[in-house]
């Protein structure tokens, strides 16, 4: 895979969560931080039967991870959620028994809303709410509930990301190349304009045939290109498929001065 700036990403997204024995998701309001912690406990063994303990086996013993939100709205499941409750209606008031649960499980999903870069969607399908971090009920600023839960296996996994809204490649500016048309002067591929926000590989061809190992961005004539045309076919690739598109040809090259 080529490394690519479409891939840098502004984090922007929300988050929703459907308790066990809900029909549906509930969106929880403006998220303004959203991060998931993976954790790998590992054993390790060492050897010394030479007198110098060397690392010679490691497994996995355990596999975990946490979530961790920051929201901005004080809904009424929000405040449950953060401190354990339950809810009801006392006396027509609304009430939230703090540490009612020992634990509220359920889904939770993540769906990316940014315009810059990829976008996923991560859904959590086992997620066990703990103590929250922090509550700010007295601040200068915006008050924000944190919001903490431990991820559990479900279904044999913890979880799934799936690319959104991206769908194959297409070009809207064909590829070119800048450059002297010359053994021994560099040529440089030029992608042009492509939908989506895929990765490059490339192909450069001589009189359409394949260059053996000619698969970089740049490409330098040699002696036997001199008196022909040459072009470069680019792939662009992303999660959904490859497309490819090539460059108008060269002129003829022309042999080192």
Known sequence: MTASINNYTVGKGIVSFRKDGAGAYADMGNCTEFEFTPE??????FSSREGVRTK???????????????????????IALAVLGTNAI????????????????????????????????????????????????????????????????SGGSFGTITALGESVPVNTVL????????????????????????????????????IPGATGATYTPVTADVGDALSVAVTATNAAGSTTATSAATAAVIAAA
């Open 56 to 78: 010679d086996k490691s497994i996995v013993i355990q596999k975990s991870g946490t979530v961790r939100l920051v929201l901005d709205e004080w809904t009424r499941d929000n």
């Open 175 to 210: 590829p070119s190349i800048a450059g002297i048309a010359q053994e021994g002067e560099p040529l440089v591929a030029i992608v042009g304009e492509w939908s989506g926000t895929p990765v490059f590989t490339y192909q450069w061809k001589n009189a359409g045939v394949n």
């Open 90 to 153: 006392v006396g027509g008031q609304s009430i939230t028994e703090i540490f009612d649960s020992n634990a509220i499980k359920g889904s939770l999903k993540f769906t990316g809303t940014n315009e810059v870069g990829p976008k996923y969607e991560w859904v959590f399908p086992a997620v066990e709410f703990v103590p929250s971090s922090s509550i700010s009920l007295l601040s200068d600023e915006w008050g924000t509930i944190e919001l903490t839960g431990d991820v559990l296996i």
């Open 40 to 45: 790998l406990e590992k054993l390790d063994h």
